[in-house]
């Protein structure tokens, strides 16, 4: 099989760091705070390394949007077992009004670019939890899309699919080229062993811009105000069976 | 010159945060009940003095590794009183962690020692001393001679399996009257024709009652205390090892620490490391790796008990505001997380000088000294403020206290440490 898959991998805040808004509700913090790979990521970037090793396809490429740090999260990939990866910088200026469309046309084009057999990307990011990158994608480059991806089989020039849906578990079988959405339970990702992470150093990782693609980044969208979710409020204690029903029903729970 | 006692090496844990991928933002919220603010952020690849960018890729994967194969487990290994080696050590093993330092023909990475201490650092954020320390015995206590002058058929039998963590190794040096003072061991290895004959007894062995081979340090001839011992690897299930008991101990309850005892053992003369008679100048090459290693896995888990302290005083009120609020308080824990940079300047200092070539023998002491007796200050101080709390099993910090005291006994005494730096400030009475 000759294929190349390229993997869409964000930088997201790290999923045990507690997230703090800024001061001027104009964001959260992320000065100083650790970040690491969005998890959905981790589980398509494991996902095309499986293929690779299967010897389905033959390159797996990837692909970051941002700023200068980027770069850790695409050699995180790279030491899963990437081939290579591809930097598409975007100043942090820029970045901050980066949303699902733009990045979207940029693996579009990187899509076309590289003639990718499958796109796969996380089923969504933890930061700004959207869901839609993948769907955009394979709508702007017209191919079919799999989504929620729970199991993924590749034969010849179609992909099975399992996707989770509501109540149960969907099967379908789509031509490549395709794009695919990492759900929870496609995979584990591995860890990068140290041996790994030290070949990554000598995998190339290719720089260039969204103009380089001819994408342009303006964003029709504007953040208004960022809060804090509201503080859970204390409960109450009930005596009886029946005072729980009574104050249920007056919630208008049941 | 002297040397270790028990186990060696201590150093402490960490809440392990969540456990699987599943567990994303907000049910680590319910969970975790620590959380760096961005004062205490880690330290970050920009700017590091010794640390590159691999060095921190692969801090993060060890961390992953702990927090979803190890810590989860870690209180009933505790309570259990051992962990269990073969399991943990191929996983780390698998990600290549068991063997940073060593040559890469035997499995290993062939790094600097700068990697074996980013480990280190790393491995503090197990959320006790036990399995740090055993994992300290493994890569850096009972293999580092066998690495540096063991012949390629040995390297092949015991260093290769031990890196890959197919085997689990133990050391055999303390005895019942010898622990500090190595010089005065009394176990014998006789040489018949191809043969050792083997007859004497360990004590403090970490990693004892699991342990598939032991880089045992045994007297080969009667000549002077420092030119008669060698060091010789021994299969654990070789007729006449006894595992007499596995020791009761106050802390690093999830280490195994057994007392052995050999009766007329015999093993192959090949067996031997580098020449006969150079055991205990072997031994003593490692210890400032041995030292650097300790305090680097220390320093983690001293922060991690400064955080979680910061966040229980926090929460909890006394006299109708929060404990942390009284200065005693947040002056004492300012005071300790000072000591605890200055001793992370030495130990990144003493690195870098090693790495470099240089003899840094005074200052891993000095480290090793200080990273002992703070330890003991810090869980002292900071128990304290946990309260009543503090005094229960259910915390880290009790289990600091516990397992952190073994750093001023073990791996040379506080005492043999200040006999070192006396040394070198030519203080010592002759």
């Known amino acids: ?254 | 010159m002297a040397v270790r006692a028990a186990g060696q090496i201590a150093g402490i844990c960490h809440l392990c945060r969540s456990s699987t991928l599943g567990s994303f933002r907000t049910l680590c919220r319910n969970v975790s009940s620590s959380k760096h603010t961005p004062s205490n952020a880690p330290e970050t690849p920009v700017d590091h003095l010794i640390y590159t960018p691999e060095h921190f890729a692969l801090k993060e994967s060890i961390k992953k590794i702990i927090d979803q194969e190890i810590n989860p487990h870690v209180d009933q290994w505790e309570s259990e009183g051992k962990f269990p080696a073969h399991k943990v050590f191929k996983i780390l093993g698998n990600a290549g962690i068991l063997g940073v330092n060593k040559p890469v023909e035997y499995g290993g990475l062939g790094l600097d020692f700068s990697y074996s201490v980013a480990v280190s650092e790393e491995l503090g954020n197990i959320r006790c001393g036990g399995i740090p320390m055993a994992i300290g015995v493994q890569t850096d206590m009972a293999t580092p001679a066998l690495a540096r002058f063991g012949s390629d058929e040995l390297k092949k039998e015991f260093l290769r399996p031990s890196i890959l963590g197919d085997k689990v190794a133990c050391l055999g040096v303390s005895e019942v009257g010898a622990g500090s003072d190595v010089s005065s061991i009394m176990t014998k290895a006789v040489r018949k024709g191809e043969e050792y004959v083997i007859n004497g007894g360990k004590m403090w062995t970490t990693n004892g009652t699991q342990a598939d081979w032991m880089c045992l340090l045994a007297n080969t001839s009667d000549g002077p205390p420092h030119r008669n011992k060698s060091l010789i690897c021994l299969p654990m299930s070789l007729p006449g090892v006894h595992i007499a008991r596995q020791i009761d101990k106050m802390g690093m309850r999830s280490s195994d620490t057994a007392e052995v005892f050999f009766d007329d053992v015999r093993v192959p003369s090949k067996n031997v490391i580098g020449q006969e008679g150079m055991g205990f100048t072997y031994q003593m090459l490692q210890f400032q790796e041995e030292r650097l290693w300790a305090v680097a896995n220390t320093l983690t888990t001293m922060d991690l008990i400064i955080q979680e302290t910061i966040d229980y005083t926090r929460q909890r009120k006394i006299f109708k505001m929060p404990v942390l609020h009284h200065q005693t308080v947040h002056f004492r824990l300012a005071e300790l997380q000072t000591e605890v940079e200055l001793l992370r300047s030495l130990l990144h200092r003493a690195t870098a000088l090693f790495i470099r070539g240089n003899d840094v023998t005074k200052l891993a002491s000095m480290a090793k000294l200080k990273a002992g007796r703070l330890a003991r200050e810090l869980g002292d101080s900071c128990l304290q403020f946990w309260g009543g709390m503090g005094f229960t099993n259910d915390v880290l910090v009790s289990r600091f206290y516990r397992d952190s005291r073994l750093i001023s006994i073990g791996g040379g005494a506080d005492e043999v440490m200040l006999g070192i730096i006396c040394k070198y400030m030519d203080t010592l009475p002759k």
């Open chain 1, 1 to 254: 099989m000759s294929g190349r898959v390229l993997v869409g991998v964000k930088r997201v805040i790290d999923y045990a760091v507690k997230i703090r808004v800024k001061p001027d509700h104009s964001g959260v913090v992320t000065e100083g705070v650790k970040h690491s790979m969005n998890p959905f990521c981790e589980i398509a970037v494991e996902e095309a390394v499986k293929m690779k090793e299967k010897k389905l396809i033959k390159e797996v490429v990837a692909v970051s949007c941002g700023p200068q740090q980027v770069q850790e999260t695409i050699r995180t990939a790279l030491a899963m077992g990437a081939d290579r990866g591809i930097h598409v910088e975007v100043s942090a200026k820029e970045y901050e009004s980066l949303g699902p469309l733009q990045v979207s046309k940029i693996m579009a084009a990187l899509a076309r670019k590289e003639e990718a057999q499958l796109v796969i990307l996380g089923k969504q990011a933890i930061d700004g939890d959207c869901n839609q990158t993948g769907q955009m994608t394979a709508a702007l480059l017209d191919w079919p899309q799999g989504t929620f991806a729970s199991e993924v089989t590749l034969e010849g020039g179609h992909v099975k699919v399992v996707r989770e849906i509501d109540g149960g578990l969907e099967t379908i079988k789509i031509t490549t080229p395709a794009v695919l959405t990492a759900d929870l339970r496609l995979n584990t990702p591995r860890y990068a062993t140290l041996p790994n992470i030290m070949k990554a150093k000598k995998k190339k990782i290719a720089n260039m811009k969204p103009a380089d693609l001819g994408v342009e980044l303006a964003s029709k969208l504007e953040v208004l105000r960022v809060d804090e979710p509201p503080q859970r409020q204390a409960g109450v204690k009930v005596e009886s069976v029946d005072d729980l029903v009574g104050k249920l029903k007056e919630a208008g729970r049941i």
